[in-house]
């Protein structure tokens, strides 16, 4: 849902970097014709696409590689962005309004459905059309000179001559002097590079409705032990449809089966999705373990959901990817201008640590209790905890009219 900008500054754990020699190296295709790019990202995503932009408005020139035939598809995150990431980020100053909707506050329920509104004075997310926004933000790096290539999957890299050289099963091999993996939790670039993946997830399910019911322009969150142990379910009146799903803690050899029913039926006085059936359905893995331990190397990094950049509470990761995603891009312009050292040596050290965070994902995995929130959610103190949550220390009652 939301998502931590904290970051930390100590001095670098070399276990973050990976040496040259952990993937494949070959003196096979150096010299051969190819395209030659300054930094190649693989993953369209929010972070890669952001990455990429930064790179090129620095005057680098850049490619995107992305498996999917449109950005937008297949989508495993509801899409909800937080005030300080449209603060923050310039870029989102540009999304066209039909993008996007607001949404006011947060109405948190117990287990035994008792509610609890939270607000914060000029604080507000956004809902947004996610695929169709990742679809703009793909014309909006390109209208800034960014190649990106859809329907084209990454494989492997090969570092050769100081170089990386990617080959694609169509077209040109590719030649970078930087590569960034934004993609995704279970990244391929990771994989290549020998750096660390995602291992603790959250399981999610989506469903979208035309049409349904709910108290208007918020966020409803949902507590229940059984029905989501570790995470919440949740519903909101989106752009153009409603969103009710439902998430849950990964449990080692397990089965991710999860079905929306039970939430429907229990939440039915206050949210309705009507007769119809969903018009949409989306279901995929969130990792909830924070910033993994290696995700650099010589010329490489990870950044977004590749590096583990969720909030290990929220699950909400789009604006560090986008703000990181940014901001790796102009460090990797400065360093190919000769500017500054490897990012890879310090860029990564500005990652957040989501020490609070972490802390509570492991209280909430190890001490949920329906009971505790039962009695507990409508005190001081339990709303504060709700509020830091939900928007970063900013909470505080409701303006007055």
């Not at 040259?20 to 190819?34: K, L, M, T």
């Not at 790179?55 to 899409?79: F, Q």
């Amino acid at each position: 849902m939301s998502s931590s900008s904290s970051s930390f500054f100590a001095p670098l754990d070399s276990s973050l970097i990976t040496p040259p020699h952990a993937v494949p190296i070959s003196s096979a295709g150096s010299g051969a014709a190819g395209i030659k790019v300054d930094l190649l990202v693989v993953g369209a995503s929010f972070a890669g696409l952001a990455c990429a932009r930064a790179a090129a408005l620095a005057g680098l020139s850049v490619m995107v590689l992305e498996k999917k035939a449109s950005a937008g598809s297949k989508l495993h995150t509801t899409g909800i962005i937080v005030k300080d990431a449209v603060d923050s980020v310039p870029w989102l100053a540009e999304v066209p309004p039909a993008l996007v909707r607001r949404i006011e506050g947060v109405r948190l329920y117990a287990p035994n459905m008792r509610h609890v509104d939270l607000h914060a004075p000029g604080y507000w997310f956004w809902a947004t059309d996610a695929p169709a926004l990742l679809d703009w933000m793909v014309d909006s790096a390109r209208a800034c000179g960014v190649d990106v290539r859809l329907g084209t999957l990454f494989e492997q890299a090969l570092w050769i001559n100081g170089r990386w050289e990617v080959p694609v099963t169509h077209g040109p091999c590719i030649t970078a002097t930087y590569l960034v993996g934004a993609d995704g939790p279970h990244s391929r670039v990771a994989k290549a590079l020998g750096l660390s993946r995602n291992t603790r997830f959250l399981y999610g399910v989506e469903h979208e409705y035309q049409g349904a019911r709910m108290a208007p322009d918020l966020l409803h969150c949902f507590i229940d032990r059984k029905l989501a142990p570790g995470y919440i379910g949740w519903a909101l009146d989106g752009v153009g449809v409603s969103q009710i799903g439902l998430a849950r803690r990964v449990v080692p050899g397990g089965t991710q089966a999860l079905r929306l029913d039970p939430l429907l039926d229990k939440i039915a006085s206050v949210v309705s999705p009507g007769d119809s059936p969903p018009v949409a359905v989306r279901a995929g893995m969130i990792p909830c373990g924070g910033v993994l331990p290696r995700v650099a190397r010589e010329r490489a990094l990870l950044v977004g959901d590749a590096a583990g950049m969720v909030s290990p509470v929220t699950a909400g990761g789009i604006h560090t990817a986008l703000q990181h995603g940014e901001r790796a891009g102009e460090a990797v312009a400065r360093f190919v201008r000769k500017e500054a050292d490897d990012p890879a040596n310090w860029f990564v050290r500005s990652y957040p640590s989501f020490l609070l965070k972490r802390t509570l994902r492991w209280a909430f995995d190890n001490f949920q209790s329906d009971w505790m929130f039962n009695h507990l959610l409508g005190t001081p103190q339990m709303r504060r905890v709700a509020e830091l949550i939900y928007f970063h220390r900013k909470g505080g009652p409701p303006p007055q009219a």
